[in-house]
């Protein structure tokens, strides 16, 4: 095998990453291990996807299983494993339909597109306007980056979907203002990722539903980042207690194999008739049966209370740095899904604590310049979780070394 390395990316991929310096070649349980076999807590979890950690027993067991009996068919046929994971996702949620594809973008796709042709069928064809939050993020085709609230993202791309508006998040008297009869969708993570590790308030969401309600407009919520547990519920709705009309998961939902789904009721998903919409990959067997498993092993009062339990470990440990070194303004968030929005001594060097994290041996991701953002496996042992936290001290220490609170 000729030999690759990091250098090589830049000499064969188009450079839309700029990836570590080191390249991962091994993974196990919430460790990684480098091509120098220098090792690493995963605070990461591959941006919240890995949430059962790496190679898990039971999901290599299923597709090794797998992959000796059926791979791919295509949309002129039905297969086991994507039925029994659809039955599995209608039994522990509100939907009562599952159209599934490869992505967090496609699962948005295919709900924005949903509403309107729902608007359209039961409505008018003006009922056509989406409203989504500043600093959203839904993904990255034309259409998703387009409602996503990072205009950078959209930038350079147009002409750019038409019919989409944004309101500032969390703010109930902007929407109020927005929305209309003629609003088919508002779209909305319940806790912002991408944007800062944003927590939406439960009066807000709440406020969403009765609004969309008023004005027959569908309520989407976006848990692509914190669905399947990572809240400490199964999907963060159940937690908030306010149900939307479309649901979108992926990440998560397939521990690392690639795939996406849009939940919704059957009244909703009734306006895709056949031939509206589809993908080729979507709903694969390799893929669905592994994720039937993950959804089996985390929607267990184990996984899930685990999540608590391991949220107060993470937060406390955080708080522990901080009380030494004054480094965070404000430790927020959801479960497992964690900001540590840094303090004026660390302003907008996110990305320099990333970095100097890697060669302390901890993986650890930013949500914006200002923001620490900590995504550990859900299942991570509270060694794995208390060693990341040490090595993250490290960090801290070697950046801020003079700082030491009163
Ligand atoms: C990651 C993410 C997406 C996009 O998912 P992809 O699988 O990268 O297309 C959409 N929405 C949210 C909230 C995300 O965090």
């Not at 996807?49 to 039905?78: I, K, M, R, Y």
């Not at 539903?209 to 976006?222: E, G, P």
């Not at 306010?242 to 194999?257: C, E, F, M, Q």
């Amino acid at each position: 095998m000729p030999t690759v390395n990091r250098a090589t990316f830049d000499q064969v991929m188009v450079p839309n990453y700029a990836p570590a310096p080191f390249i991962p070649v091994k993974g196990l349980a919430s460790r990684l291990w480098d091509q120098e076999g220098r090792e690493y807590v995963d605070f990461s979890s591959g941006i919240a996807v890995t949430s059962l950690g790496h190679l898990h027993p039971e999901l290599t067991a299923v597709l090794h299983e797998q992959a000796d009996q059926l791979w791919h068919l295509s949309n002129g046929f039905t297969n086991e494993p994507a039925l029994r994971l659809a039955q599995r996702l209608i039994d522990a949620t509100f939907a009562e339909r599952v159209f599934f594809c490869n992505s967090g973008a496609e699962a948005n796709e295919a709900a924005l597109k949903l509403a309107r042709r729902y608007a359209v069928d039961h409505f008018s064809s003006d009922k056509d306007q989406i409203i989504a939050c500043a600093q959203s993020f839904h993904g990255r085709t034309l259409f998703t980056v387009s409602v996503g609230g990072q205009p950078k993202y959209a930038e350079g791309f147009g002409p750019t979907p038409g019919g989409i508006s944004h309101v500032p998040f969390n703010d109930l008297a902007a929407i109020e203002a927005m929305i209309s009869d003629k609003t088919c969708a508002v779209i909305v993570e319940p806790v912002q990722g991408e944007g800062g590790v944003i927590p939406a308030t439960q009066e807000y969401l709440r406020a969403l539903r009765a609004l969309c309600d008023k004005h027959n407009a569908l309520l989407i919520f976006d848990e692509v980042q914190i669905g399947v547990g990572r809240s400490g519920s199964l999907y963060a709705y159940m937690h908030y207690g306010v149900t939307p009309d479309i649901l979108t998961s992926a990440k998560a939902l397939g521990n690392g194999l690639p795939i996406g789904a849009m939940l919704t009721t059957a009244k909703i998903a009734s306006a895709f008739v056949v031939g509206t919409h589809g993908s080729t990959y979507g709903g694969n067997p390799l893929v669905t049966a592994v994720a039937d498993k993950v959804i089996e092993l985390i929607n267990t009062p184990a996984v899930l209370n685990g999540v608590k339990h391991r949220n107060k470990l993470l937060v406390d440990g955080l708080n522990q740095i901080n009380a030494k070194h004054s480094v965070f303004k404000e430790i927020r968030g959801s479960g497992l899904l964690i900001g540590a929005e840094l303090a004026p001594v660390l302003q907008g060097r996110a990305k320099d604590v990333v970095t100097l994290g890697a060669k302390h041996g901890v993986v650890l991701l930013m949500a914006g310049p200002n923001v620490l953002r900590l995504l550990p496996s859900l299942v991570i042992s509270e060694a794995d979780l208390a060693e990341g936290l040490r090595r993250l001290e490290t960090v801290i220490a070697e950046l801020v070394p003079a700082t030491v609170a009163a």
